[in-house]
Structures are given as C-alpha cells and as structure tokens.
C-alpha cells in the first residue's frame, strides 16, 4: 500500500462515513485501516495483525457499514469474539459509526436471556457480535434465524479463537455460514491462526502485519517495568504500589490483573476493605453486574478495576494510566495483550508487574517475547513494614466473609452444568462435587489451625 494516506477520504470511503470519522475525532487512518480497509472493499479476504490501540475495529467496521448500506439487508455480517465485554464493545462501535443508516446490532452472549436473545435474532438485525458459545447454543436449540446469507465472517482476536478453546462451537457455526462470504481475521498476536484460516478463506487472502520495530510487540509510549517481593507479600507490595502512584496522579486509573476468579474477588473486597475503592471483573459475576462494573471503571466513577483475563483482551479504555500483574501470567502472548488495556492510540502509559523469585523465569520468557528488558520500580521496603499487618488481616478477612457466600457455590454449580454437558453421568458429578467440596473444607480448617498456630 501506499503510504500517502493522509485521511479516510483517500480510502475511497462513502461521504457519510466520512462525516462520521470526523464526528468521532479521527482524523488519519491508522496503518492497519490504511492497509485493510481498501482489500476488504475490494472483495478480499484479509487477516490483519498490528499492536494494541491501533484501531482494528474500525479497520472491518468501516468496510462492512459501507457495503452494507449499498446493498442492506440483515443479517448482513457475523463477528465473533472471544469475551463478552467485547461484544458489547465492538457493537457499540458500529453502532456510533452507522447511526446514520440506522444500524442494528444484536450481542449474543452468555449470561444473558437466551429467549431475549433469540428475538432479536428473529428479526434479522443487519450486524451480529457474539461470543461462540452462546451463538452455538442457539444454532442447536432454534431456527428462528438464519447465517446462510451473511456476507462477512469476522474474527476479532483471531488467534484467541482458534487456540482450540472454542474448536466445538466454531464447527457448529462454520457449518451455518455460506461459502461464500469475506472472511475478515484480526488480532494483536496472530501465532499460528494464519495455518487454521486457510480452510475458511474462499478467495485471495490479504495479509498484513505490522512491522515491529525489531521485535518489539509493546508500543514505544508504554513504559514497562517490576517489582521483585516475597510471595507472602505481594498484596502489600501492591497497596504500595497503587499508593506511589496515586501520590503524583490523583485522577489516574488503574487495571490490576490476577490470575483467578477467587483472587480478583478476595483483591477486590481487601483493597475496598483499606480505602482503595474498585470494582471487580471475573467470570463468577452475572453479566449485568460485570457490564455495569466496567461502565463505572470506563466512566472514571471509579478509578480501580480488578480483573481476570477477561478483561485483558481489545477493550479500549482511554483512561488507563497503569496496568498492574499481581500475577503475572504464564503465556507471555497474555502479558502483551494486558499491558496493552494502556498507551494506545498514541498516549503514554505504564505496566508494572510484581515478581516473586519464582516468577523469574517466567520474566524472562516475556522479555524474550516482547523484545523488551523491564526496568526495576523501586518500592520503599520501610513503608511496606507499616502496611504489612493491616493488608494481611484484611485479606484474612475478606477470605471469611467470601467463605460465608455462595461464591464456591456458584463454581460447582458451572462446573455441574460443565460435566454434563461433556455427557458425564449426573450421580458421577454429584459424586465428583461432593468430594472437591470436602477436600475444600479439610484444606480451610487446616489453613485456620496453621495460622491460629503461628499467632
């Protein structure tokens, strides 16, 4: 492609979409719309690869809304994504840009009401962002709507999903859709997606990708640093963190990624507990609080999300300062992908990630990876002896008080509702629960005697 692009009229983009760039603030295309955009609109099938924050979505978004308006009628494109938070996003997204044609969109994902869902789906909307889970639910239970006249199939995060995660759904769908259609396939890590799309794509495939900067898959703006601790300390070394930071930037929000449900919601309820008000995100909360959690962090009403991994993925929060790995995680493609939640589009940002002895391997790997050596932060440790006993007792606490909810409960009743569906035999997974929910217990009450020793 040309690198002459100045603006979205050089894309030989319709005058209204146009006019809808520049209502939104957008006044260059990014590299990836400057080299996907003008293929999609030639009839290509396209995988596309770039950094977080370079506008990916707008790069299918765009396209699919034009020739939508040329030829409308629903349901006119499929996209599918990852995580439900996404879904609702990238809708959202077509939504502002094709309030001009009067758009509709429908998100289908789960935890939501399946009949609402369903119809919605009945009546043809023109865009359809889902998860592939719940779409493949309703592919097996209902024939109130049909794919086979789709003309764009979009795979947002591409490289997500088709990690063999989601292989049973994606088989009921692609079986839904018609040959014929544009296959359109973005991520910010594409790995080995390029070998599985080969079947999907029905014409010339464009590819492109992002050069690299030598290796670095981290934008320049992001300042990357550690924190080396204890692995008793960490949640201290946390608080610690959080309160240097908010010592030069009041109005700043923060992400603090972990590495599973019960911790995000242990973390959560502790910092709220010490005067860190946040909200948390995991897949243990119902979806509607989950979407209300995320509009209070994105509102800046709240300046704190604590979060899983289903958070780390393409969701665009101008606000984001700094991003914190209370774990850091094992996939060093995970690590780019949260990091990458700040410093997009152009901005600054910092990513800091706490380090246990054992973690330095796994530091490593991502240095190795990213292309990029993280500097130390430098925590006062005399601070963190003053902190050390209020951080440990409320975290004490807010594991009594999660013990005291149904919180376990709900796990056992997904990982029921799981073994079932792989065809267990429903006494076999009572058994099974029983038994997980004993060895819970005798693990609490040693955990108790223990401590209640060391006192």
């Known amino acids: ?39 999609i609109l030639n009839g290509e099938d396209c995988i596309g690869c770039a950094k977080t924050g370079s506008g990916k979505t707008l790069a299918f978004a765009l396209p699919i809304l034009q020739q939508l308006c040329e030829d409308p009628y629903g349901i006119f494109a499929l996209v599918l994504t990852p995580t439900r938070e996404l879904a609702f996003q990238i809708a959202d997204q077509f939504n502002v840009v094709g309030k001009a044609i009067n758009v509709k969109t429908c998100v289908v994902v789960g935890g939501m009401d ?5 119809l919605e789906l009945s009546k ?3 865009i359809v962002v889902a998860t592939p889970g719940r779409l493949a639910d309703h592919l097996d239970s209902c024939d109130t709507f049909s794919l086979k006249r789709i003309k764009f199939l979009v795979l947002d995060e591409a490289d997500r999903l088709l990690g063999g995660h989601f292989d049973e759904q994606l088989k009921t769908i692609f079986a839904a859709v018609p040959k014929q259609k544009q296959v359109l396939l973005f991520s910010a890590t594409m790995t080995d997606a390029l070998d599985k799309v080969k079947h999907l794509a029905s014409s010339k495939v464009h590819i492109w990708e992002e050069e690299d900067d030598a290796g670095i898959a981290t934008v320049k703006e992001l300042d990357q640093r550690y924190v080396l601790c204890p692995k008793d300390v960490v949640d201290s070394f946390l608080v610690e963190v959080i309160r240097m ?7 700043g929000s923060i992400m603090i990624f972990t590495d599973t449900c019960k911790n995000c919601q242990l973390l959560s309820m502790a910092l709220n ?7 948390a995100l995991h897949a243990m909360i119902k979806q509607r ?14 300046q704190i999300l604590i979060a899983t991994d289903v958070a780390a993925r393409g969701l665009d929060i101008p606000t984001v300062q700094l991003v914190i790995n209370h774990k850091i995680p094992n996939v060093p493609k995970e690590y780019i992908h949260r990091v990458g939640r700040t410093a997009r589009a152009g901005r600054c940002g910092m990513a ?10 796994l530091l490593h790997a991502i240095e190795d990876t990213i292309g990029t050596k993280l500097t130390e932060y430098k925590v006062d440790d005399k601070e963190i002896v003053t902190i050390l006993t209020q951080i440990s007792v409320a975290k004490r606490e807010a594991e009594i008080r999660l013990d005291e909810t149904d919180f376990y409960e709900k796990k056992l009743i997904n990982k029921r509702k799981k073994l079932i569906l792989e065809g267990k035999d429903p006494d076999e997974v009572e058994k099974l629960l029983e038994e997980q929910k004993k060895k819970k217990r005798k693990k609490y009450k040693k955990k108790n005697a223990n401590e209640e020793q060391t006192k």
């Open 124 to 126: 043809r909307p023109h």
């Open 289 to 302: 609080e989950r979407l209300a959690a995320l509009n209070k962090f994105k509102s800046n009403h709240i």
């Open 1 to 39: 492609m040309s690198k002459e692009i100045t603006n979205f009229s050089d894309l030989k983009l319709n005058s209204w979409l146009l006019k809808q760039c520049e209502s939104m603030g957008l006044k260059k295309p990014t590299l990836i719309q400057q080299n996907c955009i003008p293929h």
């Open 245 to 251: 930071f908010y010592s030069t930037n009041k109005n």
């Open 114 to 118: 399946m009949m609402v869902q369903g």
């Open 352 to 361: 800091i990630s706490l380090i246990t002895p054992n973690d330095i391997k």
């Open 273 to 279: 507990d010490v005067g860190f008000t946040n909200v």
